[in-house]
């Protein structure tokens, strides 16, 4: 069936480093991928999304692209605020299954 | 636009005691879904409803969790007996607005259930 997988957590970095945090899926098909994210407290929500091979999802200065060639969907972002500090989660749907599948999660802590 | 709601936030019961969480989808989604989410690990769908009809319920442990979705709008589900292991945050979805993508899904708060 469908899976994901990510990096396990957390990763802690200080305030204004680079970010990347790896997300590898199988699936059948051609699924979409997201990844949503998780504040203290509160629901998950959708961060960014692509849709289909070599598409750029992007939102908040967060960025990830679609890689059908190595099944990835790496997680990045340039500089990251104490705010950003969250689980994020990957998730597929749309693959061999219709059931959306989330990976593990991943804690960011950040540092001012 | 109101989100999704779920009710309650927190619940804390003994071991084979029951409880019910209750979920509100956003107006006009046609598909709801209960996740399952244990500390450190990511949620793990129970059962998915569209309108009133369930679409999967593989992994829903039947002998003990119910769901149901009278209407096709709320739902509810339900623990009887719960077990230490259900400890975990019950997580509500929706999703299937009108030029949604496939898998965009808008969560609730969640329903933290803690079983002693």
């Known amino acids: 069936g469908d899976s994901v997988t990510q990096m396990e957590g957390p990763v802690t970095l200080s305030e204004e480093a680079f970010l990347t945090i790896n997300c590898t899926y199988t699936?059948?098909?051609?699924?979409?991928l997201f990844w949503y994210v998780q504040y203290p407290g509160e629901g998950l929500q959708l961060l960014l999304k692509?849709?289909?091979?070599?598409d750029k999802g992007s939102n908040k200065g967060f960025e990830a692209t679609y890689r059908k060639e190595t099944t990835s969907f790496h997680l990045e972002k340039g500089s990251v605020q104490v705010s950003d500090s969250a689980v994020y989660f990957c998730?597929?749907?749309?693959?061999?299954?219709?059931?959306?599948?989330f990976g593990r999660g991943t804690s960011l802590i950040v540092h001012p | 636009e109101a989100g999704v709601a779920q009710s309650p936030r927190y619940k804390i019961i003994e071991k084979r005691q029951s409880v019910a969480f209750w979920c509100n989808p956003i107006?006009?989604?046609?598909?709801l879904y209960w996740y399952q989410q244990i500390l450190g690990q990511g949620p793990k769908l129970l059962i998915q409803?569209?309108?009133?009809?369930?679409?999967?319920d593989s992994q829903l442990p039947k002998d003990r969790f119910s769901a149901e979705r009278l209407k096709g709008v709320d739902s509810t589900l339900k623990i009887q007996p719960a077990k230490l292991e259900d400890s975990a945050v019950y997580l509500c979805?929706?999703?299937?607005?009108?030029?949604?993508?496939?898998?965009?899904?808008?969560f609730g708060e969640g329903s933290r259930l803690t079983v002693l």
């Open positions: 107006s006009g989604h046609a598909t």
């Open positions: 692509a849709t289909k091979a070599d």
């Open positions: 998730a597929l749907s749309g693959g061999g299954s219709y059931i959306p599948t």
């Open positions: 409803f569209q309108n009133n009809g369930v679409v999967d």
């Open positions: 979805a929706s999703s299937g607005g009108p030029g949604a993508p496939s898998g965009e899904l808008f």
């Open positions: 699936a059948t098909g051609y699924p979409s």
